[in-house]
């Protein structure tokens, strides 16, 4: 891609950005008296999604009760060669997010059984609970089996979440806007009113 054809690309992009932002300075993230502690990791990720060099963005949200504490939206830094090793990779960063947010909880002297973490691809939580039924995991690094190792000593559960009400899917991807607004209001975005 040439430079002008770079800066026509980022220029547009940023123009959503600043039309987005511009429209919805109404919505704020709403943080309600007596909140549970009930806590929950979403995670997800787009496959290849990046058309440069086609790797995946994983997309995390950690609620506190119905309260969203922590997200972020990432590019993975090496190239997954399959959904569920793209969707394997975003579960164990949500994993290291659940451990944290478990053990900030503790130290508060809130004490939490597992935290479940919702992924919406069956292969991965397959994955998750049994490596050795797969006869192709080779292709996942042993650092990711550190998921495995949390899942099997009752830390972390995974859970199924359907795409359409995977809350981290509006980190890792565009969506049609009734699709990114449903998500948007799981996010805990409501308008203010003063």
């Not at 990779?89 to 597992?114: T, Y």
């Not at 919702?118 to 006869?135: R, W």
């Amino acid at each position: 891609m040439k430079d002008e054809e770079c800066e026509s690309v980022f220029s547009a992009m940023y123009s959503r950005h600043d039309r987005y932002i511009k429209g919805t300075t109404h919505l704020g993230l709403w943080y309600p008296k007596g909140t549970g502690i009930e806590t929950v990791v979403y995670a997800g990720s787009d496959h290849a999604g990046d058309y440069v060099d086609r790797k995946s963005t994983s997309g995390i949200c950690t609620f506190v009760g119905c309260c969203l504490t922590s997200w972020f939206s990432k590019k993975q830094t090496a190239l997954a060669i399959s959904t569920t090793k793209a969707e394997y990779v975003s579960a164990e960063k949500a994993c290291q997010q659940a451990l944290w947010m478990k053990q900030a909880l503790i130290n508060n002297d809130v004490r939490l059984n597992d935290v479940p973490i919702m992924c919406d691809n069956k292969g991965m939580i397959d994955l998750s609970k049994n490596p050795v039924q797969h006869s192709r995991t080779k292709h996942i690094e042993i650092r990711h089996h550190f998921l495995l190792d949390n899942v099997q000593k009752g830390h972390i559960s995974i859970e199924k979440v359907p795409s359409v009400s995977n809350i981290a899917e509006t980190l890792t991807k565009p969506l049609k806007r009734e699709s990114f607004n449903y998500l948007r209001l799981g996010l805990g975005m409501m308008e203010h009113i003063p």
